[in-house]
């Protein structure tokens, strides 16, 4: 994980408990199971739609974009301002735009996956497991000439 990604804990700290995941060769920044964020080559963007579009329009923010196809496609996540690097309140701010976004998109939230258990401790428990007992084999008996 990138120094700046780890950052954002920091920036975001006056906003609540933020989660960060690998994702599409970047990261996703997660706030109460809402992605509110997404990084790409250490930039940050936030979720935005038609009710926070004022606030990104103002300060001529533009949107992700990605190039499929030979078409550049834009998402829901706009250039975050640079001053909320530097201002914790203006962070939170904008942070509760992201998230009030992320809920008005109709996403459910999304849970955190569960760890995957160290190797050396799966095959202990695999070890553990008594095989299942075998039936039986019926035989039939030959019929008396």
Do not use: C
Not at 66 to 73: A, I, L, S
Not at 121 to 132: D, G, H, N
């Amino acid at each position: 994980m990138s120094d700046f990604v780890q950052s954002l804990h920091e920036v975001f700290e006056r906003l609540g408990r933020i989660q960060t995941r690998r994702m599409f060769g970047g990261h996703g920044v997660w706030h109460e199971g809402r992605m509110i964020a997404l990084v790409a080559k250490d930039t940050l963007y936030l979720k935005s739609d038609a009710g926070s579009a004022e606030h990104f329009e103002r300060l001529n923010l533009p949107p992700f974009t990605y190039v499929r196809q030979g078409k550049e496609m834009p998402m829901s996540y706009r250039l975050a301002p640079a001053d909320l690097f530097e201002d914790r309140e203006d962070a939170a701010l904008w942070g509760r735009r992201a998230y009030e976004a992320a809920l008005r998109s109709g996403q459910p939230p999304k849970q955190p996956k569960p760890k995957p258990k160290p190797k050396a401790a799966a095959k202990k428990a695999a070890a553990k497991k008594t095989p299942a007992k075998k039936a039986p084999v019926k035989t039939k008996k030959a019929a008396p000439r």
